[in-house]
Each structure stands twice: as structure tokens, then as C-alpha cells.
């Protein structure tokens, strides 16, 4: 390679990494033999390339547990995936730019299933195993939800997949709670539920995740229905350093409206909060998703093809392309739609299958109006053309 980095095909990385396995002893924690000049190359280009790349790591090295049906690569990536990380990539160049003092800190909002939390758990797991020193917190609302069975799982399918010859040896690694490796990195994992910075039984308050620590890297999950979840901005946020090399992403579908989750999107939408910047990711985002084969006689209710329009209207907004949803993606949505008006769940189907941010934030009390009838405004409602202001004269 002659001391360049080479971008080596996906299908020879994979055989390099098949043949390097062969040479490894799990039991005794080695080679079963000195490696050949060339295997010593391929390793050299792959973790310099590995460790300042997450794409090109991800495409080779990342594993997954695909719909809890079967291991495979994490590429190709859904289009909601890339929409997510298309953003931060964007935000990260604008703050390298501008010079901005900050790291990539992020809210994501989206509809159910569409891959947001494993990806950010690649993310944390790339960052810990390729960079030193890295301290990183999982947290979802509840223990079951952020440890081996849930965000933390995750991460460790993506360490014990991780090729030997990238990976840094684990000093500790307990199910459920945390995993340290020999290059200084740790994962912590806590919850909203358990609410502490500390063991309550050892005198750790309530309330006071994260407090005395520093974290520089956190994905933090489900946040709409955490317990009190101003603890992240009273305890854990000031012990997050603002460094470009921070990486913490807030996730969840919304809960309610003028909630924490609610308060804390509208902020960084009206760009009034310092540090975080939003990504919505409506429920069409992965058109692999969310269809249905329709009958030959269906034909679109009028609402639906309002729906249709409205977003095609607003989409490129949050996708960053043209949006023209599939008669397939319009029959899911019109037989959904129906189903949660008839239980009487609207305002829940909305909400976990939203096409626009506000949309998603759903009271799931009576108001004087439907919510069907709200939403036959919203999706009849023009574009504002022009906007005056009739000022009395002096």
C-alpha cells in the first residue's frame, strides 16, 4: 500500500476478515501464528481508515440483529437511517466550518421501527472501540429497555462481531450495566426510571443521572415517557464537556403535548437552545416499511389523497428530496388511519406515526373540535402567501 490509505472493497474487506478469523485463538486470546506483511498492511490500512470513517467501518464491520429475525451488516442502511445520519454529518461540517466549540448534540424524532436506536448504538459503539478514553452513557426510560435486552445489547452485538484485530481487549464487561475496555473507554447504563446519579442504597439521590461524572458521548432513549426527565438538563448536561468530540442524541416518539420531550424539541426548532439541533424523521422516511399491497379496486379516499398532497408539500422539509408517496404507502396509511378511528386511538396512531413534528405531539384529551376534524384542516390548509400587518396611522 506503499503508505497510502486504500478504500478497499467491502466484498475483500469481508474476506480479509474471514481469513484473519481463521488465525485467531478465542481460547488463548492470540494468533496461531505471526502475521505475513501483507495481513500487517491490511490491518494498519484498516483501523487508520476504520477510526476516522464511521461509514466506512459501519459498510465492513458493524453487525446487527435485523427485525429479531437474523444477524446481518448493518449496510445498506434504511433511507430514515441516512436521513439521521446525513443530518449529523451536515451539522458536523457546519460546526467544523464556523469553528463552533461544541460537539454533535441532537434530538431525534420519528415514528416507530425506523432504526434510529441502532444506529446511534453503532455510532457509541464505533466511537468507544476505535477512540481512547471515551466515557459514554445508554439510558432508556426503563432498566429492561437499556440494558443487554434492549440499547445496550445492541452495542455489545456490535463489540463481540468487532474483528480482533480492531478491537481493544475488554478489562470489565458486566450484562445490564456497564463494559470497560484496555484503551480507557467505558459504557454506563442507567435508566430514567432508576433516576440516579449514583445507587440510591449508596446515597445517590433521586433525580441525578450522570451527576458527578463526565460523559462525552450518550444516546439517551424513549425520552417522552422517562420520570422525571429534567434531571438530564439539571444533573446530566453539565457534566456533558463542550467539545467537537461530544456525541449525545436524545430519541423517542412523542408522548403528549407540552411535555419535556415537547418543551425541549420546540427549543432547539426555534434554535434557542445552545447546544441541540433536531432530526425528524417521518413515518413514509422508509418506504420499505410501512406498505401494503392494495386491490385493483381501491381507489384513495379524498382525505387520503389531501394526506398525500400535504406531504408531498412539506416533505422535502424533513427528507431533503422531492416526496411523492406510493399508492402502497397510501393504502397503509388509509387502512391504519381507519383502524384508530374506530378504537377511538387516533390521537396515538398520530402520535407513533407521525408525518410532521407538530402532528406527532398529540393531546389525548376532548377538545370542542375532532382530531378528525383538526386534521382535515391541517391537510386542506393552504400555504401561507403573503402575511400584513394593519398598523393604525400615527
Request: aromatic share 10%; net charge neutral.
Given at each position: 500500500?506503499?503508505?497510502?490509505?486504500?478504500?478497499?472493497?467491502?466484498?475483500?474487506?469481508?474476506?480479509?476478515?474471514?481469513?484473519?478469523?481463521?488465525?485467531?485463538?478465542?481460547?488463548?486470546?492470540?494468533?496461531?501464528?505471526?502475521?505475513?506483511?501483507?495481513?500487517?498492511?491490511?490491518?494498519?490500512?484498516?483501523?487508520?481508515?476504520?477510526?476516522?470513517?464511521?461509514?466506512?467501518?459501519?459498510?465492513?464491520?458493524?453487525?446487527?440483529?435485523?427485525?429479531?429475525?437474523?444477524?446481518?451488516?448493518?449496510?445498506?442502511?434504511?433511507?430514515?437511517?441516512?436521513?439521521?445520519?446525513?443530518?449529523?454529518?451536515?451539522?458536523?461540517?457546519?460546526?467544523?466550518?464556523?469553528?463552533?466549540?461544541?460537539?454533535?448534540?441532537?434530538?431525534?424524532?420519528?415514528?416507530?421501527?425506523?432504526?434510529?436506536?441502532?444506529?446511534?448504538?453503532?455510532?457509541?459503539?464505533?466511537?468507544?472501540?476505535?477512540?481512547?478514553?471515551?466515557?459514554?452513557?445508554?439510558?432508556?426510560?426503563?432498566?429492561?429497555?437499556?440494558?443487554?435486552?434492549?440499547?445496550?445489547?445492541?452495542?455489545?452485538?456490535?463489540?463481540?462481531?468487532?474483528?480482533?484485530?480492531?478491537?481493544?481487549?475488554?478489562?470489565?464487561?458486566?450484562?445490564?450495566?456497564?463494559?470497560?475496555?484496555?484503551?480507557?473507554?467505558?459504557?454506563?447504563?442507567?435508566?430514567?426510571?432508576?433516576?440516579?446519579?449514583?445507587?440510591?442504597?449508596?446515597?445517590?439521590?433521586?433525580?441525578?443521572?450522570?451527576?458527578?461524572?463526565?460523559?462525552?458521548?450518550a444516546h439517551l432513549s424513549e425520552i417522552a415517557t422517562w420520570e422525571r426527565p429534567e434531571q438530564i438538563n439539571t444533573s446530566l448536561l453539565p457534566?456533558?464537556?463542550?467539545?467537537?468530540?461530544?456525541?449525545?442524541?436524545?430519541?423517542?416518539?412523542?408522548?403528549?403535548?407540552?411535555?419535556?420531550?415537547?418543551?425541549?424539541?420546540?427549543?432547539?426548532?426555534?434554535?434557542?437552545?445552545?447546544?441541540?439541533?433536531?432530526?425528524?424523521?417521518?413515518?413514509?422516511?422508509?418506504?420499505?416499511?410501512?406498505?401494503?399491497?392494495?386491490?385493483?379496486?381501491?381507489?384513495?379516499?379524498?382525505?387520503?389523497?389531501?394526506?398525500?398532497?400535504?406531504?408531498?408539500?412539506?416533505?422535502?422539509?424533513?427528507?431533503?428530496?422531492?416526496?411523492?408517496?406510493?399508492?402502497?404507502?397510501?393504502?397503509?396509511?388509509?387502512?391504519?388511519?381507519?383502524?384508530?378511528?374506530?378504537?377511538?386511538?387516533?390521537?396515538?396512531?398520530?402520535?407513533?406515526?407521525?408525518?410532521?413534528?407538530?402532528?406527532?405531539?398529540?393531546?389525548?384529551?376532548?377538545?370542542?373540535?375532532?382530531?378528525?376534524?383538526?386534521?382535515?384542516?391541517?391537510?386542506?390548509?393552504?400555504?401561507?402567501?403573503?402575511?400584513?400587518?394593519?398598523?393604525?396611522?400615527?
Amino acid at each position: 500500500m506503499d503508505g497510502v490509505l486504500e478504500r478497499l472493497p467491502v466484498t475483500q474487506c469481508h474476506s480479509m476478515k474471514a481469513h484473519l478469523d481463521t488465525l485467531w485463538d478465542k481460547e488463548e486470546g492470540r494468533a496461531i501464528r505471526p502475521l505475513s506483511q501483507e495481513e500487517q498492511a491490511f490491518i494498519l490500512n484498516e483501523q487508520l481508515l476504520v477510526k476516522v470513517d464511521y461509514g466506512y467501518a459501519a459498510e465492513r464491520y458493524i453487525w446487527i440483529n435485523y427485525e429479531g429475525q437474523s444477524l446481518r451488516p448493518m449496510y445498506p442502511l434504511w433511507e430514515s437511517q441516512k436521513l439521521i445520519l446525513s443530518e449529523v454529518a451536515r451539522q458536523e461540517e457546519l460546526r467544523w466550518r464556523s469553528k463552533h466549540p461544541d460537539g454533535l448534540l441532537f434530538n431525534v424524532l420519528k415514528g416507530r421501527q425506523l432504526g434510529a436506536s441502532t444506529l446511534i448504538q453503532s455510532l457509541l459503539a464505533h466511537r468507544v472501540l476505535t477512540h481512547g478514553h471515551v466515557r459514554t452513557l445508554i439510558a432508556s426510560d426503563v432498566p429492561q429497555n437499556s440494558g443487554s435486552e434492549g440499547l445496550f445489547g445492541m452495542l455489545e452485538l456490535v463489540v463481540e462481531h468487532w474483528p480482533w484485530w480492531l478491537k481493544p481487549k475488554e478489562k470489565f464487561h458486566t450484562k445490564n450495566h456497564h463494559i470497560m475496555f484496555d484503551n480507557g473507554s467505558r459504557v454506563v447504563v442507567e435508566s430514567g426510571k432508576s433516576m440516579k446519579g449514583g445507587l440510591t442504597e449508596d446515597g445517590g439521590a433521586k433525580g441525578q443521572i450522570g451527576r458527578s461524572k463526565t460523559y462525552s458521548a450518550a444516546h439517551l432513549s424513549e425520552i417522552a415517557t422517562w420520570e422525571r426527565p429534567e434531571q438530564i438538563n439539571t444533573s446530566l448536561l453539565p457534566a456533558v464537556p463542550r467539545t467537537p468530540r461530544t456525541l449525545m442524541a436524545r430519541e423517542s416518539t412523542a408522548q403528549g403535548r407540552n411535555t419535556y420531550w415537547h418543551e425541549e424539541w420546540k427549543l432547539a426548532d426555534a434554535g434557542e437552545d445552545p447546544r441541540f439541533f433536531n432530526i425528524f424523521v417521518p413515518w413514509y422516511a422508509e418506504a420499505t416499511k410501512y406498505w401494503l399491497p392494495y386491490p385493483n379496486s381501491w381507489q384513495p379516499s379524498d382525505d387520503t389523497l389531501q394526506f398525500a398532497r400535504r406531504a408531498t408539500e412539506h416533505g422535502p422539509k424533513y427528507m431533503h428530496r422531492p416526496v411523492n408517496l406510493t399508492k402502497e404507502q397510501l393504502y397503509w396509511y388509509e387502512l391504519h388511519y381507519r383502524a384508530a378511528q374506530k378504537r377511538e386511538v387516533l390521537y396515538q396512531f398520530l402520535a407513533e406515526y407521525p408525518s410532521e413534528p407538530e402532528e406527532s405531539f398529540q393531546n389525548s384529551g376532548r377538545s370542542i373540535f375532532s382530531l378528525e376534524t383538526q386534521v382535515r384542516v391541517a391537510n386542506q390548509a393552504r400555504s401561507l402567501a403573503d402575511l400584513w400587518i394593519v398598523k393604525p396611522r400615527a
